[in-house]
C-alpha cells in the first residue's frame, strides 16, 4: 500500500512551566520533556481522533518503544512554551511523531524529539500489520 507524505498532520499544545517541573537551578528537568511531549500526543488525539482511548476502543494498546529527546536551549521555570508535534507517515504498522519545543515571543528552539509507538493486541502480542481502524483513519486523513 503506497503511503502520502503530502498531508502535513499537526498541532500544538501551550505549556507553563511549573515549580514541579525544575531542578534546583530552575532548568526544566528532563523527565518533564517527555511529559510535554505526552500532552502534545493527547492533543493531537484529540484534534485528529487518534486517542489512547481510540486505540483501546478499538481492541489494541500503543505503547511506546523509542522516545528521543535532542536539547538546544534551557527551558527555565514560569517560562511559556510551545510544544508542535507532527505526525509522520510510515507504511509500517507504528506511530511516529516529531516535536519541537520552542519559546513562542522569538520562536526559539528548545528541544526536538521524536516518538514511536507500536501496536499489541489485548493479549499484548505484537501486532505486524496496521490495525483496520488505523487504517481508515489513515484514509479518512488522505494518507494512503
Known amino acids: 500500500m503506497k503511503i502520502n507524505n503530502d498531508i502535513l498532520l499537526k498541532t500544538s499544545k501551550e505549556i507553563d512551566v511549573r515549580f514541579s517541573e525544575v531542578d534546583s537551578m530552575n532548568i526544566v528537568w528532563h523527565g518533564s520533556y ?3 511531549f505526552e500532552d502534545a500526543r493527547e492533543a493531537f488525539g484529540k484534534e485528529y481522533g487518534l486517542s489512547y482511548l481510540s ?4 481492541g489494541y494498546y500503543a505503547p511506546l518503544v523509542e522516545l528521543n529527546f535532542r536539547y538546544c536551549k534551557p527551558l527555565l521555570y514560569r517560562q511559556h512554551a510551545r510544544v508542535d508535534i507532527t505526525y509522520r507517515n510510515v507504511p509500517s ?3 511516529i511523531f ?3 519545543i520552542r519559546l513562542p515571543e522569538d520562536d526559539s ?3 526536538t524529539g521524536s516518538s514511536t509507538q507500536v501496536f499489541l493486541d489485548k493479549e499484548f502480542q505484537l501486532v505486524w500489520n496496521n490495525p483496520p481502524f488505523y487504517e ?3 484514509k479518512k486523513y488522505h494518507l494512503l
Open 34 to 36: 517527555a511529559l510535554y
Open 55 to 58: 486505540y483501546i476502543e478499538n
Open 93 to 95: 504498522a507504528k506511530i
Open 98 to 100: 516529531d516535536y519541537e
Open 109 to 111: 528552539l528548545i528541544a
Open 136 to 138: 481508515n483513519w489513515k
